[in-house]
Each structure stands twice: as C-alpha cells, then as structure tokens.
C-alpha cells in the first residue's frame, strides 16, 4: 500500500482533514451551473483576501492542506508515515490552530517547509531501506488525551549569528510548530569570548529572536523574563546525576499559555533570586533542566509532599498536558566531534552505551571554577565570558546537558545537536541563474523538519564514513557542512561476550576455547525469542545449538534483548578446522524485535558494535535474495556477491577482497555450506 493510498485512510478517520476546503472547491460551492467568469472572479477574490492577510507581515508565510499531506507523502518510508501521523496528527483537544486551520494559498505557492531530498515522489519502502523482516502496525494515540508535543530547544551565542541566518532559523521554528511540535527556546549568550553585561546581552538577543519570528505570518512569539525562581536550598532529583533544581520554574502558565495558542516562548536566562530579591543572570543549561523537570511532573517538591499514590497522580496529570518530544540545540560548533567520520561529528549517539567513552576522548572538563560549585552545590554563577574555556569543553557540556534532560524523559524522546548555519541553510534556493538547460535543483535537506519526521539522523550513523552524504554542499549562504549534527538517544546499553575490550575475538584454540549459549552472561530462552520474533519463523534449537556448537565468536545483545548477533567462526569445506588461517569470521544471526524494527536505532548499534568493536577487520555474511533487508545491508557492507545456483547474496564488510582472491572463495565457500536450522526446512538451503 503506497502512502498516498495510507493518507486516503487518515482522512477518514480525522474528519478535520477533509473539512478544510481547496482553494477549487471554495470556488465551487454554488453549483457546477457556475461560468468560467464567475469561478475566475471567486477565486480572485480569495486569492486577494490572502494577499492581504499575508501583507499584514513583512514576511508572508501559509501551510495548507496540501502542505500537510504531501509532508505524510515525502517522509522516507511508510512506517516513518505512520509513527508521525500517530504522534503529531490532528489533536482534537488541542486549542492552538493546527496546520489544517492555516491559510490556503494556491498549489504554486512556496509554503517555506524545507524537506530537500525528502520532497519527492512518494517511494516504495525497497527504495528506502529499513531493518526489518515483517510490516509493523501503525498505531493510534487517543486524540482526546494527546499532550502538548514540545521541543526545548537552546540557542547559544545568537549574537554571533547574523540577521539573515537567523531569519531562517526562526522560519524553521515556526513550521515545526506548524508541523505539530511545539519550541521553547531559550536564549544562552555565552560565547567564550566577552561578557558585556550578560542580562542586557541575553535580553537583547531575545527580542531579536521574537522579532525575527514575529516577521512571519502566523501566531507569533513573546519574550518570557519572569518564569524562573531561585531557592537558597535545592533538592536533589537525582544522586547518580547530581542535577539541583535550585533554578526552577516559578510561573508554569506563563509558559502553556502561549504554547496552547500557537505561540513560541523566547526564555531569557534570568531569574528571581528569593534571598536577594532581585533578577540575577542563570546558567541557561539550569534553566534547560528546570523545563525538563517541571514538563515532566518532576519537581522534588510535588515528589517529596504527599503520599506515592498521590504523587504518582500528580505526575500523570502533568505529563499529560505536556510530552517533551525533543531537546534541540543550536551551537555554533555542531555535533560532538568524531574523529572517525569524514564530517568529524559523531551521527548517532547511544548515551547509555557510548557517553562515558566519548567524554573521556574529548578529554576536556568544565572550568575548575564551576566543578567546584557544582560538588559544594553552591550558587554557579554566570561566566557569560570565561577566555579559559576551550571549544572542546562546549562539546563536554552540551554532552552533558543532553544525557541530564533524556534521563529525565522517556526513551521514545532524543535530542538534536546541529548549527544555526546548517538550520538557516536549508530554507534557500541554490540560485537558478548557475543552473545548466533542463537543470533541476532542490533545497538542501532541513535537519530539523527530517528528525521530525523520522525521528532520526539525516544519514543513517551505521553507513561507512566513505558512503555517507557529501559533507559541502554549496548555497547562497557561506558553504557549510551538510550534516554537522548529531543525534541522541537515551538509548539502551550493550552487551558483548566475550567483551573485545579483555578478550580480543580470535579463532578458538585450546587455550582461547569458544564460548557456549549456556554461558550465565546469556539469557538463552529470550535470545530464541529474539531470533524468532525478528525472522517470523520457528528454531530448531537443538539443531542450532549443535551446529554452533565450538564456533561461537561471540555474542552482542542490545538492551532488553531488542536486538542481539551471534557471531561464529565457521570452515569452508575441505580445509582444516585446526588451522585459525582457514576460519571465517561470520555473522550468523541479526534479529531485531519486530516492535523495534525501522525506530530507535537498534539495527544501527548492533552493527556499529559489530564492525567496530568486535570483527574491525571484517566479516562476512548472507541472506535471501527476497530479503527486505537486503538493500540495507547492500549500503553497509563494502562487497556482495549473489552467489550462483543458490538463492542466497554473500555479503563482507572486509577491505580489499575482490571476487575471485583466496579470501572471497573462502567466504562463498563458508556461506554455500552452513545449514539453515529453521524447524520448518531445517537442512534445506532456502
């Protein structure tokens, strides 16, 4: 089923989509008895009463309903379809105008919503590869329940933006809340370089951000300066994280009240200092924290009063006027840098399972000034300019501040990292007056409208660095990179045994013996869940269990076994089991849980660990030539083979193989020969 014939369906079941009328059919609606003349004249007039409303602005900006469908009908997939349309559909208790209350405008208006690549034809999911074996369901959410969706997104030195790339970062802003996510932005001056007054600095830059989006058509923005309280004495939330909520939000309404008009609050990082009684500056990463906690429900005062049942209902009712979505921020220095990928930043970041590791490669800390605040718990104070402060300790602290916000939050929220630049870039046209005859070009992918729809990175993290995007593309505005951002999950941890960090994975010998699926760091019966979740088929598990039995490489679980490999080294045929030369490092299982197939990354990091971590060097592996699966991992392996007189395709990560050598030989010869051990072909190649 195509997604236009999915969206057909929508329509039915949220009448709000069909109920706003075409510019065509307002023109209509007397009767088909209607002249020529007189439809010219209706639709004359409504396209005056828009050019009017439009020039009530400096900038006229409309999404219709045309807008919102061909959103649906350009996102990568038709699973990525579905998880928005369940998430950020029509909200029928939602007081704010939706995108299908907007203004129409003709087909040939440029509505301003940025989907680069993504706006296209609708595509078949072959075209468009995601990791799974069989169609996920689309699910509903109650419409009569559904919270405000909210995206908390910082800012950092505005000021070193100019007027003109800040203007397409408000637009972006205003049709993410047009697209169903609702911004808070919070304004952060600091700049490493100068102080200058930093509460006159900070509020300066918010009216700026106000008055750029307020130059748009639409419900506007309003600087909020009075939200924020400090206490003399915080409580700590969580030891392990050691987050104080001394800076709080004093004034929730003040924030849900523009928020459920449409609005777009602009923070200042100031706060009402209650033993002082006066404003001071904050930390605007504290007031970030204080958001998240107080949309979550999790103040420690409502936590510490009242009984666990009560509190338990308090925290439902407010989380069930606000869903933190996303935590976005835009620095001028991009994603976390990798030293691993041609962009320099990392794609995809796995806190659970890779944030103390990429910290200790930033080797950087934050100043010895506030690490002493924050172990006393005393006041930090504002060092809107500290020239000490290196970029790589803004890396460190924006690393921080996102694992503190989504360990607050549930896993299904993640986190943006990307620059004004790459934001503001994506709403320009390449100029046309460069273009060659019949030479069609599109705006560049916007960052921020693509995670909204996917819920994830722009390229996938588990790509080759030698296959991802063309980092430079060149537009009207100063060539920048073409991915600079980084994307964050909570994530989940992995698990490896033998762990490749005391025990390199090298062919089993008398002194290296194989490990076994009995192994207590295993649990076998949801490993076999796993497996035949993820395929839809039965195992044979004692023929399974045999067959590996002395070849298992090794073992990479991810989370609560939502996905798991079973590496084992295997022997072509005719050649010596003894000889370590003759084994073939193979991957004999990759299952994802059908409830995580295509969301969360999971197919991703089990790759990324295995190629990483545990076979560098290579592996090789196969899979049916009808596999769904197969044009994902055509763009992750660095050679494939379709094997002939099989139904198989050879697939091998390793470099410098060519068809033909001893080492492809040695890996058809191994992906020929192992036996299938599905309990309804067992012993038959398939």
Same mark, same amino acid.
Request: one cysteine or more; glycine letters at 6%; aromatic letters at 6%.
């Given at each position: 089923?195509?997604?236009?014939?999915?969206?057909?369906?929508?329509?039915?079941?949220?009448?709000?989509?069909?109920?706003?009328?075409?510019?065509?059919?307002?023109?209509? =609606?007397? %009767? $088909? +008895?209607?002249?020529? @003349?007189?439809?010219?004249?209706? *639709?004359?007039?409504?396209? !005056?009463?828009? &050019?009017?409303?439009?020039?009530?602005?400096?900038?006229?900006?409309?999404?219709?309903?045309?807008?919102?469908?061909?959103?649906?009908?350009?996102?990568?997939?038709?699973?990525?379809?579905?998880?928005?349309?369940? =998430?950020? %559909? $029509? +909200?029928?208790?939602? @007081?704010?105008?939706?995108?299908? *209350?907007?203004?129409?405008? !003709?087909?040939? &208006?440029?509505?301003?919503?940025?989907?680069?690549?993504?706006?296209?034809?609708?595509?078949?999911?072959?075209?468009?590869?995601?990791?799974?074996?069989?169609?996920?369901?689309?699910?509903?959410?109650?419409?009569?329940?559904?919270?405000?969706?909210?995206?908390?997104?910082?800012?950092?030195?505005? *000021?070193?933006?100019?007027?003109?790339?800040?203007?397409?970062?408000?637009?972006?802003?205003?049709?993410?809340?047009?697209?169903?996510?609702?911004?808070?932005?919070?304004?952060?001056?600091?700049?490493?370089?100068?102080?200058?007054?930093?509460?006159?600095?900070?509020?300066?830059?918010?009216?700026?951000?106000?008055?750029?989006?307020?130059?748009?058509?639409?419900?506007?923005?309003?600087?909020?300066?009075?939200?924020?309280?400090?206490?003399?004495?915080?409580?700590?939330?969580?030891?392990?994280?050691?987050?104080?909520?001394?800076?709080?939000?004093?004034?929730?309404?003040?924030?849900?009240?523009?928020?459920?008009?449409?609005?777009?609050?602009?923070?200042?990082?100031?706060?009402?200092?209650?033993?002082?009684?006066?404003?001071?500056?904050?930390?605007?990463?504290?007031?970030?924290?204080?958001?998240?906690?107080?949309?979550?429900?999790?103040?420690?005062?409502?936590?510490?009063?009242?009984?666990?049942?009560?509190?338990?209902?308090?925290?439902?009712?407010?989380?069930?006027?606000?869903?933190?979505?996303?935590?976005?921020?835009?620095?001028?220095?991009?994603?976390?840098?990798?030293?691993?990928?041609?962009?320099?930043?990392?794609?995809?970041?796995?806190?659970?399972?890779?944030?103390?590791?990429?910290?200790?490669?930033?080797?950087?800390?934050?100043?010895?000034?506030?690490?002493?605040?924050?172990?006393?718990?005393?006041?930090?104070?504002?060092?809107?300019?500290?020239?000490?402060?290196?970029?790589?300790?803004?890396?460190?602290?924006?690393?921080?501040?996102?694992?503190?916000?989504?360990?607050?939050?549930?896993?299904?929220?993640?986190?943006?990292?990307?620059?004004?630049?790459?934001?503001?870039?994506?709403?320009?046209?390449?100029?046309?007056?460069?273009?060659?005859?019949?030479?069609?070009?599109?705006?560049?992918?916007?960052?921020?409208?693509?995670?909204?729809?996917?819920?994830?990175?722009?390229?996938?993290?588990?790509?080759?660095?030698?296959?991802?995007?063309?980092?430079?593309?060149?537009?009207?505005?100063?060539?920048?990179?073409?991915?600079?951002?980084?994307?964050?999950?909570?994530?989940?941890?992995?698990?490896?045994?033998?762990?490749?960090?005391?025990?390199?994975?090298?062919?089993?010998?008398?002194?290296?013996?194989?490990?076994?699926?009995?192994?207590?760091?295993?649990?076998?019966?949801?490993?076999?869940?796993?497996?035949?979740?993820?395929?839809?088929?039965?195992?044979?598990?004692?023929?399974?269990?045999?067959?590996?039995?002395?070849?298992?490489?090794?073992?990479?679980?991810?989370?609560?076994?939502?996905?798991?490999?079973?590496?084992?080294?295997?022997?072509?045929?005719?050649?010596?089991?003894?000889?370590?030369?003759?084994?073939?490092?193979?991957?004999?299982?990759?299952?994802?849980?059908?409830?995580?197939?295509?969301?969360?990354?999971?197919?991703?990091?089990?790759?990324?660990?295995?190629?990483?971590?545990?076979?560098?060097?290579?592996?090789?592996?196969?899979?049916?030539?009808?596999?769904?699966?197969?044009?994902?991992?055509?763009?992750?392996?660095?050679?494939?083979?379709?094997?002939?007189?099989?139904?198989?395709?050879?697939?091998?990560?390793?470099?410098?193989?060519?068809?033909?050598?001893?080492?492809?030989?040695?890996?058809?010869?191994?992906?020929?020969?192992?036996?299938?051990?599905?309990?309804?072909?067992?012993?038959?190649?398939?």
């Amino acid at each position: 089923m195509r997604i236009s014939n999915y969206i057909s369906q929508i329509t039915l079941r949220h009448p709000s989509i069909r109920a706003l009328p075409s510019p065509r059919q307002l023109t209509t =609606r007397s %009767g $088909p +008895q209607q002249s020529p @003349s007189q439809l010219e004249a209706a *639709q004359a007039n409504y396209t !005056s009463g828009l &050019t009017e409303e439009a020039s009530k602005r400096k900038h006229g900006d409309t999404i219709s309903q045309d807008l919102f469908l061909d959103v649906l009908g350009s996102t990568a997939t038709k699973r990525e379809a579905k998880a928005y349309l369940s =998430r950020f %559909g $029509p +909200q029928k208790a939602s @007081s704010h105008k939706s995108i299908l *209350q907007m203004p129409i405008k !003709s087909a040939k &208006t440029d509505v301003g919503v940025n989907l680069g690549n993504l706006y296209l034809p609708i595509r078949a999911v072959e075209e468009k590869p995601v990791f799974s074996h069989t169609p996920a369901q689309p699910r509903f959410m109650d419409d009569t329940t559904e919270p405000l969706h909210v995206a908390l997104i910082k800012i950092r030195a505005p *000021q070193s933006v100019d007027d003109r790339i800040l203007q397409g970062v408000g637009h972006t802003l205003l049709q993410l809340a047009r697209l169903g996510l609702s911004c808070v932005v919070v304004v952060d001056p600091d700049n490493g370089r100068g102080r200058n007054n930093g509460s006159k600095l900070a509020i300066g830059q918010a009216d700026r951000i106000v008055d750029t989006i307020n130059s748009y058509v639409g419900p506007g923005a309003r600087r909020i300066d009075s939200a924020i309280g400090i206490s003399s004495i915080g409580d700590q939330v969580s030891e392990s994280l050691k987050i104080l909520d001394r800076i709080r939000i004093i004034q929730r309404d003040q924030l849900l009240a523009p928020l459920r008009r449409g609005m777009i609050p602009v923070i200042v990082p100031v706060g009402f200092d209650m033993d002082v009684q006066k404003m001071v500056p904050v930390v605007a990463d504290d007031v970030v924290l204080a958001l998240t906690r107080e949309f979550a429900g999790l103040q420690s005062d409502a936590l510490a009063k009242g009984d666990p049942q009560e509190v338990a209902e308090r925290i439902i009712t407010l989380q069930k006027q606000v869903s933190i979505d996303r935590i976005i921020i835009l620095d001028p220095l991009g994603g976390i840098p990798a030293t691993d990928r041609m962009q320099e930043a990392h794609v995809f970041i796995n806190l659970e399972q890779e944030f103390e590791v990429i910290q200790r490669d930033l080797e950087a800390t934050p100043s010895q000034a506030i690490k002493a605040q924050e172990s006393s718990g005393a006041e930090r104070t504002v060092e809107w300019a500290d020239p000490t402060r290196s970029d790589t300790a803004f890396h460190v602290k924006n690393l921080e501040l996102l694992r503190d916000t989504l360990a607050l939050l549930p896993p299904s929220s993640s986190a943006f990292l990307t620059t004004p630049e790459a934001v503001a870039n994506s709403q320009s046209r390449p100029s046309l007056a460069s273009e060659g005859p019949r030479v069609q070009t599109r705006r560049q992918r916007n960052p921020l409208i693509h995670n909204l729809l996917t819920d994830k990175p722009v390229f996938s993290s588990s790509l080759p660095s030698h296959r991802s995007p063309n980092p430079v593309a060149a537009t009207s505005f100063p060539v920048v990179p073409l991915s600079p951002a980084t994307f964050f999950k909570r994530g989940m941890p992995v698990g490896i045994v033998p762990d490749p960090l005391d025990q390199a994975w090298t062919p089993p010998s008398p002194s290296h013996p194989s490990i076994d699926l009995s192994d207590p760091r295993i649990d076998l019966p949801r490993l076999i869940y796993l497996i035949e979740d993820s395929f839809n088929r039965k195992l044979d598990v004692a023929h399974y269990l045999s067959r590996i039995r002395d070849r298992i490489a090794g073992v990479i679980i991810a989370g609560e076994y939502e996905g798991g490999a079973i590496l084992t080294w295997e022997t072509p045929p005719g050649l010596s089991a003894e000889d370590p030369n003759h084994m073939v490092p193979y991957l004999d299982k990759f299952a994802v849980l059908k409830r995580s197939q295509g969301a969360g990354g999971v197919a991703d990091i089990l790759f990324k660990a295995m190629v990483r971590d545990c076979f560098p060097n290579g592996v090789c592996w196969r899979s049916r030539m009808d596999n769904p699966v197969n044009k994902w991992y055509f763009e992750r392996a660095r050679g494939t083979w379709k094997m002939p007189g099989t139904n198989w395709t050879m697939f091998w990560t390793t470099d410098g193989v060519e068809r033909g050598d001893g080492v492809f030989l040695q890996y058809e010869a191994v992906c020929k020969s192992v036996v299938p051990s599905w309990a309804d072909k067992k012993g038959v190649v398939d």
